[in-house]
């Protein structure tokens, strides 16, 4: 009877364990990401409770480190409403590229204002996007509807769609290839739909991109271990119909990376940090 009921309380203590939080999307400065590659696209599609995900065939190939930054009076101007700017400074053979994600962050509430790359500008000043309110527990869910405009090289418009989250699982992940298990993760889903306008032509094309985020939640630390994203673009007027995915897995924190001296960190780059 007693080792029963000790095997009782044991497997009620890993459930309560496993079924932790969401309780911040926010990320350290001087969180580093390394960017790996698939040979094949990872099947994310467990969930629920006590799921398995087992992703392998996995490899770096680069590296990404993130940092925030107080939205400058032009940036405010531009991407109205943002109180945060992650910055992210993305490596993969000795090419660096930066990309800017605005974000609102009203009591607990996270919204996303504004996206910038390369390539890409969307700014979502027409209808931020609100992805949750924290925390987020198993089984929370949440649309909301986005709009503003696009500017992708050459091509610019409106553009309208909608954003579902939801905490869909939790359970253990496991990183085979590249030495990295860990176990107690709680998954973050969201699927983005938008539709463009191209000048007077309405619903040019679709954006549908799908990210996973796990988190373990580790004392003193924010983000996701691992993050996937699968970005698939159609836009049959110019011949566009590719798929994009990437994934990431937490790598270190570089210490002393404050918001205030972030700008500095990326000039700095790449010299030894």
Do not use: H
């Not at 969201?190 to 996973?212: A, E, M, R, W």
Request: glycine share 6%; charged share 10%.
């Amino acid at each position: 009877m007693k080792t029963k009921l000790l095997l009782i309380l044991a497997l009620a203590s890993i459930k309560t364990i496993a079924q932790t939080p969401i309780n911040t999307l926010e990320i350290e400065n001087g969180t580093v990401y390394s960017i790996l590659s698939s040979v094949s696209p990872l099947d994310e599609t467990a969930s629920g409770a006590n799921a398995s995900w087992n992703f392998n065939q996995l490899s770096v190939i680069g590296q990404n480190v993130i940092g925030n930054s107080t939205p400058t009076s032009t940036e405010l101007t531009t991407y109205p409403n943002s109180t945060n700017v992650v910055n992210s400074l993305s490596t993969i053979n000795s090419v660096a590229t930066v990309s800017k994600l605005y974000t609102k962050t009203v009591g607990s509430t996270f919204s996303i204002t504004g996206l910038n790359s390369t390539q890409l500008d969307l700014n979502f000043a027409t209808n931020n996007v609100t992805i949750g309110t924290l925390p987020m527990n198993y089984n929370y869910s949440n649309t909301d509807t986005s709009a503003g405009t696009y500017t992708f090289g050459t091509y610019s418009g409106t553009f309208s769609g909608t954003v579902a989250s939801s905490v869909d699982g939790y359970g253990t992940l496991s990183l085979a290839d590249i030495g990295f298990t860990t176990t107690n993760v709680t998954r973050l889903k969201t699927v983005q739909n938008i539709s463009l306008n191209y000048q007077i032509i309405p619903n040019v094309g679709t954006v549908v991109q799908t990210t996973y985020a796990y988190y373990n939640q580790t004392p003193g630390m924010s983000a996701p271990i691992f993050r996937s994203s699968v970005t698939t673009i159609n836009v049959p007027l110019l011949s566009i119909n590719q798929t994009i995915s990437q994934y990431e897995v937490f790598s270190a924190l570089l210490l002393e990376t404050t918001s205030n001296d972030y700008k500095n960190f990326v000039s700095l780059y790449p010299n030894p940090v």
